[in-house]
């Protein structure tokens, strides 16, 4: 786990009043010489430097005359796109590997399994434009606690504001959107997916979408699986992952490695209706039907979360599966 270094959180507070121009003059060179030999304190530096210039700006700017108010409004809008490139991360041991978090002022925006790397330089974060990564964070501490307890089978919901600013486009964001209300214990298909998103015709392209997810787990596309049942594609085909998050999740996959799916016969099935019932897997065809507008649930009580009722054919509330 990366920390920052204890001389960078003593000098922290001479390093804002160095940059606003208010260290004495001892501090400011303990400053100069700690940022020559320290690269992620010399942009902490610049960055104060930045902000300070534009806040200092804003209150020289006369507020009378209409030109002085539009150079104003430009400050300020400097101002903001300075915080919004800020992106705080840090990178976490977990039993799926080294995990790197990233949030901004609006939400988190990656999750990426990183394996045994452990630095920036391995994440996509360090190659997006736009972006101005630091390291640090007590919030993403706090962000990684709820996703250990997560894989523990200790929390069902993660309910992190997200920035899906690493979205490629309106359809990959509704794509994640979609993907994000599907609930904990629950799976569906990518068709089911392109159903849901209006565009029916394109489950190669929802595929394509989630396999550029930036926020796995949390935006569980580990819940999206092939028509035929078949875990198909994760993180740049780490099969063995899903399968995992499913686990604990109450999902359980048969299959070699190669050839891994959903086992149905666990698992009640909805497929929509008016009266919104739910289904054992030996109902009638069901679960000869392709998993397209079929979704998948791991138990009764998630069934019931949902507002569904169990079938008044096959009554899975009197003979429930056994686990």
Known sequence: MSRKPRTCLEIEADLVAAATGDAEPGTGRRVEHHIDACAPC????????????VVGALRRAPAAAESVARAREGLESRLADLKSRLVSYRVFPSPL???????????????EYLGEHTDLGASRLSRVTGVDPQEDGAEIEALYRELLEYLR?????LEWPLDLRLARSDFHRAVLQATAAIPYGAVTSYAGIATEIGKPAATRAVAQALRWNPLPIVVPCHRIIGTSGALTGYA?????????????????????????????????????????????????????????PVTLLASRELAGSLGLVPCTACRPDLHPLTV
């Open 42 to 53: 010399r942009g902490e530096f610049r960055r104060y430097r930045e902000i300070d210039g």
């Open 97 to 111: 590997g080294h995990i790197l978090i990233a949030r901004s002022e609006h939400g988190v925006s990656l999750v």
């Open 153 to 157: 089978g200790d929390r069902t919901r």
């Open 236 to 292: 740049g085909h780490q099969i063995g992952l899903k399968q995992r998050l499913l686990a604990v999740e109450g999902v359980r996959a048969v299959g070699t490695l190669n050839d891994s799916r959903v086992a149905r016969n666990t698992l009640y099935h909805y497929d929509r209706n008016d009266q919104r019932e739910y289904c054992l897997p030996t109902c009638g065809d069901i679960a000869r039907r392709p998993i397209g």
